[in-house]
């Protein structure tokens, strides 16, 4: 199967969530608009293509089925790919702890865009600077607390005991907070052992390695969802 990626070029984004599970299985894509421009999103978000029609990217296509949708493209992506175990129960597992990632994911956004995502950062910094305090001193140790006691019931390598999409999605959420809060991620990482172990494992799987040496892995920076303002980290 060949399958088509739609998401804004310049940005890591949500798309590279996608990217990621597509990377590291070796999988037949076209990332669409970083070979044709961000103009061929129009039709598609337009609804003027097969399928249903997406509210937003990331989308997958795949043959005449377009998929929207981090978690849902990752659920329909993960038996084929060999990303999800084969039990319901354990597949349906893997579905929860990545709609949990959402969940922080879109905290993260909204710390830097708390009033309004149509508003430049620098018209609501003020807001901001609060809510990266709580995001910093309650939301993350309590995410990442959880993620770190459901690597330790599960043996302390995998979240469902075996490499999974979860894994990956873990390594890019790490990653994207290591680059938000770098003072906030260092005092925290010697409470979180086995997410970081993680981590560094993922970092070294022969697909992800080659991605991320390879120039089609973007830098993170100031326009996408993990935005590095010195003014918002902290050690507390």
């Not at 599960?154 to 809060?181: A, C, I, T, W």
């Amino acid at each position: 199967m060949h399958y088509e990626l739609y998401y804004w070029t310049g940005i890591q984004g949500r798309g590279e969530f996608v990217r990621l599970a597509l990377e590291d299985a070796g999988a037949d894509y076209t990332d669409m608009a970083r070979v044709h421009g961000d103009a061929i999103m129009t039709p598609l978000l337009a609804g003027k293509t097969d399928g249903h029609r997406p509210f937003a990217p990331p989308v997958l296509k795949a043959g005449r089925q377009l998929v929207a949708q981090v978690a849902a493209i990752l659920d329909f992506l993960g038996p084929t790919l060999d990303l999800v175990p084969h039990a319901a129960s354990r597949r349906v597992q893997a579905l929860q702890l990545q709609l949990t990632i959402a969940d922080l994911v879109a905290e993260v956004h909204d710390t830097h865009h708390p009033i309004a995502a149509s508003k430049y950062y620098d018209e609501q910094k003020t807001e901001a600077r609060a809510r990266a305090e709580a995001m910093r001193g309650e939301r993350l140790p309590k995410f990442l607390g959880y993620f770190e006691e459901v690597l330790r019931a599960n043996g302390g390598r995998h979240p469902l005991r075996e490499h999974s999409y979860v894994d990956l999605s873990l390594f890019q959420l790490l990653s994207g907070l290591d680059y938000m809060f770098p003072r906030r991620m260092q005092a925290l990482w010697p409470s979180l052992p086995l997410l970081q172990a993680l981590k560094d494992r993922v970092e070294k799987r022969p697909g992800i390695a080659a991605y991320l040496a390879s120039g089609r892995r973007l830098a993170f920076n100031t326009n996408g969802i993990f935005r590095h303002y010195p003014e918002l980290d902290g050690d507390r």
